[in-house]
């Protein structure tokens, strides 16, 4: 089973950009799809972003496409969110999520293992 460490989670204002990057541990990590997904407080879980294990395949959110980037590091066992133009709406915490499978796909309960989460709060 893979371990999801999260990081890069910070206090910014409206309109900054973050980057938050996860760090998987096993062997098979570029073998599955990887995704970013967020909580807001007193929200259910939300899809913002995932990635097939070669990249060819990029799902994101509405409410981020155009602003979220996800990317992949196969060599390194990484999995990145860079976050521009951010709102108040998106302060969450976030979490990586890992897809024992190559496909991408936006739906959570197909994931696998999951990280512990990063907070992203954005004040105006």
């Known amino acids: 089973q893979v371990q999801l460490v999260e990081s890069g989670g910070a206090s910014v204002q409206v309109g900054d950009s973050l980057r938050l990057s996860c760090a998987a541990s096993?062997?098979?990590?570029?073998?599955?799809?990887m995704g970013w997904f967020r909580q807001a407080p007193g929200k259910e879980r939300e899809f913002v972003a995932a990635?097939?294990?070669?990249?060819?395949?990029?799902l994101y959110a509405d409410s981020v496409k155009g602003r979220f980037t996800i990317s992949r590091d196969n060599a390194k066992n990484a999995v990145y969110l860079e976050m521009n133009s951010l709102k108040p709406e998106d302060t969450a915490v976030y979490y990586c999520?890992?897809?024992?499978?190559?496909?991408?796909?936006?739906?959570?309960?197909?994931?696998?293992?999951w990280g512990q989460g990063t907070q992203v709060t954005v004040s105006s």
């Open positions: 999520a890992a897809r024992y499978n190559t496909d991408a796909t936006r739906v959570a309960n197909m994931y696998n293992s």
């Open positions: 990635k097939s294990w070669r990249g060819a395949v990029t």
């Open positions: 096993g062997r098979s990590f570029s073998t599955y799809a």
